[in-house]
Structure formats: structure tokens, C-alpha cells
């Protein structure tokens, strides 16, 4: 992966009693969502040996990821995890991206 591409990283962790409906959930039904959001190059997602379900999201460039996160697609993908808010025991959603710094201009008078 570039260490300059954009990703998201998306991490939970269901319930014990949760852990393969959520895991049926994550691949039949977020993936696929995921998967329509325009801008993504690719799609990474595995489990920890924790039970910890994995996501990461790459992106083309920052302004890719500054779409897609205000893609229709994407707030239905973000609505759907309702569903599994209160059968969560952890979740957590990091976005990656290079920062630029602003331009500066120097002025002597």
C-alpha cells in the first residue's frame, strides 16, 4: 500500500453471543455497501484472533475521500451499522491521509 494513499480503517468487535450474525452481516451486507461508494481502489477486511472484524477502505487521493465520504453511498453505508450499536463491545473508525501544510508567505517590508 502507498504510504501516501488515503484509507479508512474500520474496527469492531461484536458480542460473544453476536460474533458470526454480525460476521454473516459484515460480508453479505456492509462489504457489498462498501463496495458502491465511489473512490475506493480497494478493499481490505479480515478478523483478528481476537474476534476483532476489520475494515480498511483505500482511496485514489484526498479529495477521493473527501467525495466519497460525502457520497449518498456512503452515509447508507455508515446509517447501517445502527443495527449494531448496542451490540458492540468496541468500534472504532480511523481515517489516514497526508496532511499538506498551508502555504506561507514571507513578507518583508
Known sequence: MDPEQ???LVRALP???????????????????IRKI????SIKWGR????IHLGIYSFASN?????????E???NSRNSWDQ???NLDDFGVEMMFTLTPP???LSVN
Request: glycine share 4%.
Open 73 to 75: 453511498e456512503a452515509a
Open 6 to 8: 488515503p484509507f479508512i
Open 103 to 105: 502555504t506561507m508567505t
Open 15 to 33: 458480542k460473544a453471543n453476536e460474533s458470526q450474525e454480525f460476521q454473516n452481516w459484515f460480508i453479505e451486507e456492509h462489504l457489498p455497501n
Open 84 to 86: 449494531w450499536a448496542k
Open 38 to 41: 465511489p473512490g475506493i481502489t
Open 63 to 71: 479529495e477521493a475521500l473527501q467525495e466519497a465520504f460525502a457520497s
Open 48 to 51: 483478528t484472533a481476537q474476534g
